[in-house]
Nanobody, 121 residues
Framework: QVQLVESGGGLVQAGGSLRLSCAAS????????MGWFRQRPGKEREFVAT????????YYADSVKGRFTISRDNAKNTVYLQMNSLKPEDTAVYYC??????????????WGQGTQVTVSS
């Protein structure tokens, strides 16, 4: 059975960095887009970043553009989210997602379980 397992969350001070990882098990094909979404306290889940299956194109929410970088290593079936210059408003549960269809549509086929990121001021 396919699973997405996130890791790398934690507590960090404002201005710090974290790198999230998402490993896909049971799914060997790399022909799918991947993404990161987050759910902040009291808010709906929102788009953060997505990346095409080749890794050639990436898309970002305006709120994280220039601070976050999404990347992938298809040989390891892993996608990453490098988060720099973190702000308290980045505090959220971050979810990895496997996408279906064109990456730009952000249609989620499978969710990970989520990892907590807390940024202290």
């Amino acid at each position: 059975q396919v699973q997405l397992v996130e890791s790398g969350g934690g507590l960090v001070q404002a201005g710090g960095s974290l790198r999230l990882s998402c490993a896909a098990s049971g799914r060997t094909s790399s022909n799918y887009g991947m993404g990161w979404f987050r759910q902040r306290p009291g808010k709906e889940r929102e788009f953060v970043a997505t990346i095409t299956w080749s890794g050639g194109s990436a898309y970002y929410a305006d709120s994280v553009k220039g601070r976050f970088t999404i990347s992938r290593d298809n040989a390891k079936n892993t996608v990453y989210l490098q988060m720099n210059s973190l702000k308290p408003e980045d505090t959220a549960v971050y979810y990895c997602a496997a996408l279906r269809g064109p990456t730009s549509r952000r249609e989620v086929d499978l969710w990970g379980q989520g990892t907590q990121v807390t940024v202290s001021s």
